[in-house]
């Protein structure tokens, strides 16, 4: 409910900065419309032709629209920051309790900070209210500068160091009260390059808030470069445990005949015909598994010649994995390329049958000590680490006899299965065979899943 209520208030914030685009001429309304991702209206009034393509933008579009309004200066600093805390929350952003950030700001120096006073005062705008709008009409009006945060901190931090601790600073800018996402995404900029153009110094600062951010079970953590400098994001604590995969064996036809061509290194083979299981063995990078990533690979391991035809081999090879018996499988996979159209590149691949656990015997063989679960139907890598699980499940999950009766033990091994997956970093959403066997009923849900999920995980 609360989800859907702050939906329908940044629809009602983007409504109102879309309603700006009537600024055009008739002539370059429809280019506006293009560039900020709303669909085309031609008839009325300027007005009119706003509302109305504002209209047709649906749920799932709505953020991206409003990235767009956003980035072509639409909005006034307020609306901006009420649409950004909107977004941002969709995320679901880890908790920053007011207290941790107190003790996190009182461990800063800001002379390690303000080493750039224009880089440091573009920050402190991107991410804060420092005055009013209408403060330089009103100052002509009076003659004189009247009271604003900006014109406190050039006097207090800039110009007389030593006034303000960055303790002062940092409640001055109302950064205690800010919403979680918003004193995330303000860390990470105040340590990087775009502020700090010393590796020296970037280095140091980030460890001495991670000090206070583990306290919440986050971190700071290297993800990246920016230009040769390390790039840091926030991210759970939870997932240290989650290394990057050496083997990523997918797409399984058959349970694959493994065997090791270097125990110690990890080395691993598929004996007899390869392509019945594939292997991606490349490291995985920050930015988590692609399909760009995916048909890179696929195209240089068979050399093929152009990326149409590297895509859509690619793309029959995938779904020719999933069960002739499921096909609630076969339209979660269908559903979600078509969903995504060209955005699938920049996206998390889906990867079909993924082999969680390997053992070269049987489960009658092995007995009790049996694995519980060998393969996942489908696997997402995400940045940060992050893995997701999208399991489809028909009546064998819980029933025997063909379906005919409970089964409460297979329920109860499913249930324990998940448990061992979330322990091991993994999320685990799971959909009722029945709502993805009809297609159009499987693209309405997913339509509504996919864009919520990449929020939540910070993939969109």
């Known amino acids: 409910?609360?989800?859907?209520?702050?939906r329908s208030t940044l629809r009602q914030l983007v409504g109102e900065v879309a309603a700006r685009l009537g600024g055009?001429?008739?002539?370059?309304?429809?280019?506006?419309?293009?560039?900020?991702?709303?669909?085309?209206?031609d008839e009325g009034t300027k007005h009119e032709r706003v509302e109305r393509s504002f209209a047709q933008v649906s749920d799932s579009d709505l953020p991206a629209v409003a990235q767009n309004l956003l980035a072509g200066g639409y909005a006034n600093t307020a609306q901006r920051h009420r649409i950004e805390d909107l977004l941002w929350a969709e995320s679901s952003p880890p908790e920053i309790p007011r207290r941790i950030r107190r003790e996190l700001a009182r461990s800063l120096d800001l002379a390690?900070?303000?080493?750039?006073?224009?880089?440091?005062?573009?920050?402190?705008?991107?991410?804060w209210v420092l005055g009013d709008e209408m403060s330089p009409l009103v100052d002509a009006f009076f003659g004189s500068p009247g009271p604003s945060l900006r014109r406190d901190i050039e006097q207090h931090v800039l110009r007389n160091p030593g006034d303000w601790s960055a303790e002062d600073l940092i409640e001055n800018l109302g950064a205690f009260e800010a919403g979680d996402a918003r004193f995330a995404r303000f860390l990470e900029e105040l340590v990087s390059a775009d502020v700090l153009l010393d590796e020296t110094v970037q280095r140091p600062l980030v460890a001495a808030i991670n000090e206070h951010l583990r306290g919440a079970a986050i971190e700071l953590r290297e993800t990246g470069t920016d230009g040769g400098y390390p790039r840091f994001s926030m991210?759970?604590?939870?997932?240290?445990?989650?290394?990057?995969?050496?083997?990523?064996?997918?797409?399984?036809?058959t349970k694959p005949d493994i065997r090791f061509q270097s125990a110690m290194d990890n080395d691993i083979e598929i004996?007899?015909?390869?392509?019945?299981?594939?292997?991606?063995?490349?490291?995985?990078?920050?930015?988590?598994?692609r399909w760009r990533d995916l048909q890179t690979w696929w195209?240089?391991?068979?050399?093929?010649?152009?990326?149409?035809d590297a895509k859509s081999s690619l793309y029959r090879r995938l779904r020719r994995s999933?069960?002739?018996?499921?096909?609630?499988?076969?339209?979660?996979?269908?559903?979600?390329?078509?969903?995504?159209g060209a955005k699938v590149y920049d996206h998390p691949v889906l990867l079909p049958e993924v082999w969680l656990h390997w053992d070269p015997q049987t489960a009658r063989e092995r007995g009790p000590q049996a694995l519980l679960r060998s393969r996942m139907d489908f696997l997402l890598l995400l940045p940060h680490g992050q893995r997701i699980v999208l399991e489809v499940d028909g009546s064998q999950h819980y029933t025997r006899d063909r379906g005919q009766r409970p089964d409460s033990a297979k329920y109860a091994q499913t249930m324990a299965s998940d448990r061992d997956l979330k322990l091991r970093g993994y999320e685990v959403f799971r959909f009722g065979h029945d709502e993805l066997m009809d297609t159009s009923a499987a693209q309405a849900l997913l339509e509504q899943f996919l864009p919520a999920l990449f929020q939540r995980f910070d993939c969109a």
């Open 24 to 41: 055009n001429t008739h002539a370059t309304l429809s280019e506006a419309f293009t560039k900020v991702g709303m669909p085309q209206s």
């Open 299 to 308: 195209q240089e391991k068979h050399k093929i010649p152009t990326d149409a």
């Open 271 to 289: 004996v007899g015909d390869p392509d019945k299981s594939l292997v991606y063995d490349r490291p995985t990078p920050a930015a988590g598994l």
């Open 322 to 340: 999933l069960p002739d018996n499921s096909p609630g499988q076969q339209n979660l996979f269908d559903c979600y390329h078509q969903i995504l």
């Open 1 to 6: 409910m609360a989800a859907s209520r702050d």
């Open 235 to 253: 991210v759970s604590t939870r997932l240290a445990e989650n290394r990057k995969p050496k083997n990523i064996i997918f797409a399984s036809l």
């Open 112 to 127: 390690d900070i303000v080493r750039s006073e224009s880089r440091f005062m573009a920050l402190l705008e991107r991410f």
